[in-house]
């Protein structure tokens, strides 16, 4: 392979977690050891002059949340290394599984006081449902934490993967004396770092010696613990890891970037370069495949309010990527040429000059890119597996305010559509032109107001609807819509495609329905 050596060096990973358990500021800590930036955004305050580099949509500034996944791409070590930051909020986990699709492996933050929180259940088990590895780091040592046994515990009752820990802490919060490292048996001591700040002051001395640095109860305890581990814990497996079977568990302070190096050295010894994709042709292995092929995880509009601009995000799967090649859009029908790709560290750009099998790509979209779509060599025609697309599961009535802004209101919703965040529907048959959206998530309402607003300079009015369960009519053309007998919470509607759809207010109304029209076949998903 002639590329051979660029592909090895690449991990491409995507970084999960609760809101507020500080994955956004263990990602900028990457980016510090890397040299992708000087100094860390603080993503405390909301009205803070400083934001996580990550966070580049205006209602994440202001929330201090993100909202949407970003890309970046920083070097460590000799490897070049693609992060995906997801949103932190379930309401956003359709946006976190496309990204996820993405990935090669996933990075879990949890909060150590908090341990596995029920809104984040839905965005972790979207990671185990790929099978890919998964990396938890504890965060937030240095405050008060739960028990560390109980902690993965927690992990492992409530995720069903094992754990298996690398380092072990001595303490937490004010009591917090630093960690052991089970692979060399060496202890770390903790000294807080300001903010922000790239190095943390720190000791490390072998576990004989530890006696001289820990009072006598820590130093028990830690003995205690080891033994405990040893007997108890599942041993590392570097097979069941690949697996996504075993989850290999770190523990530190991202704020005081205590543990963060270690972390990301052990992460990228356990990962490996790109995974093979499978296509309607067969498996696509990097290492065997020198034809470039890619495809689109994500569309973003507005990025650059002042260009009104969209990029399709695409993961490269094998080949190369060079400014100006043609190649074959195959959803599309035709040939295309990739120019001026760029690189994203949040708003911040750069155009791309070669891009390998890993790394993530943002290139113009003109209109002609859905997410999922396979991009590959001229003569090449095959698709990569598709990306499944959310049920929605809350429904409202969109209206804008200023009727003289219909334009701009048809068009940010309907790019913003695209970009996967929400679902667009219509009456069924009855003339009118106004507009249901369906999202996964509530919070995707407040961010389709806001986006509306900023991005389109359209007001727009909300009404909720009743209806939580969404169904494709699979067999249209074998039956007559309007005479279905339904009941009296169900309400005909259509997709942007024609297709025809019923909502419902209570599942078993969908039951019923099934019931008085045997010949009526319902589906949960879409139809392309």
């Known amino acids: ?238 097979e069941r890891v690949s697996k996504g079977e075993l989850s290999p568990v770190f523990f530190g302070s991202a704020l005081t970037n205590f543990g963060v190096e270690n972390f990301l050295q052990h992460f990228l010894q356990m990962t490996t370069s790109p995974l093979p994709r499978l296509s309607d042709e067969g498996i696509v292995d990097p290492m065997e495949e020198e034809d470039f092929s890619a495809f689109v995880f994500k569309i973003q509009a507005n990025m650059n309010k002042a260009h009104r601009d969209r990029i399709a995000f695409m993961r490269i799967c094998s080949g190369k990527y060079v400014p100006g090649m043609e190649v074959n859009h195959v959803q599309g029908g035709k040939k295309i040429k990739l120019a001026q790709s760029q690189q994203l560290m949040a708003q911040e750009r750069k155009i791309v000059e070669e891009a390998y099998a890993g790394d993530i790509i943002g290139v113009f979209d003109p209109g002609i890119f859905a997410i999922g779509d396979t991009i590959c060599a001229p003569n090449r025609k095959f698709a990569f597996e598709g990306i499944p697309t959310f049920a929605p599961e809350h429904f409202a009535r969109v209206r804008q305010i200023d009727t003289m802004k219909r334009k701009q209101f048809v068009k940010g919703i309907n790019q913003i559509a695209l970009e996967g965040a929400i679902q667009i529907f219509q009456e069924f048959n009855t003339g009118m032109e106004e507009i249901i959206v369906g999202v996964v998530g509530v919070l995707q309402f407040d961010v389709l107001q806001f986006r509306l607003r900023s991005e389109y300079n359209v007001e727009i009015r909300l009404d909720q609807l009743p209806y939580e369960h969404i169904r494709w009519i699979e067999n249209a053309e074998e039956v007559d819509v309007n005479t279905i007998s339904g009941t009296s919470d169900m309400k005909k509607i259509k997709d942007l495609k024609g297709n025809p759809l019923l909502l419902f207010v209570n599942s078993w109304s969908v039951g019923m329905v099934q019931e008085r029209n045997p010949k009526l076949k319902l589906s949960e998903f879409g139809r392309d």
């Open 1 to 238: 392979m002639p590329f051979e050596s660029e592909i090895i060096k690449r991990r491409t990973f995507a970084i999960i977690s609760h809101p507020d358990a500080g994955k956004t500021t263990l990602t900028e800590k990457f980016l510090l050891y890397g040299g992708a930036i000087n100094q860390a955004g603080s993503v405390k305050a909301r009205k803070a002059a400083k934001h996580a580099v990550s966070d580049w949509m205006e209602i994440e500034k202001q929330r201090g949340i993100s909202v949407t996944s970003s890309v970046m791409q920083f070097f460590y070590d000799g490897y070049c290394i693609n992060i995906l930051d997801t949103p932190g909020h379930q309401d956003f986990s359709e946006d976190t599984y496309r990204t996820l699709m993405a990935a090669d492996s996933a990075v879990m933050v949890i909060d150590a006081s908090k341990g596995v929180e029920a809104q984040t259940i839905k965005l972790f088990k979207v990671c185990t449902m790929r099978h890919i590895p998964i990396f938890t780091f504890i965060n937030k040592m240095d405050r008060e934490a739960n028990d560390p046994f109980e902690l993965m515990d927690d992990i492992e009752s409530v995720l069903g993967i094992r754990t298996c820990p690398v380092n072990w802490p001595i303490g937490s919060g004010k009591s917090f004396k630093g960690v052991y490292d089970r692979t060399t048996n060496n202890i770390t001591t903790f000294t807080a770092a300001e903010a922000g700040a790239r190095e943390v002051a720190y000791q490390e001395v072998a576990l004989e010696y530890a006696q001289d640095l820990l009072d006598d109860l820590a130093y028990e305890k830690l003995q205690e613990d080891i033994e405990l581990l040893d007997g108890a814990c599942d041993p590392f497996d570097q």
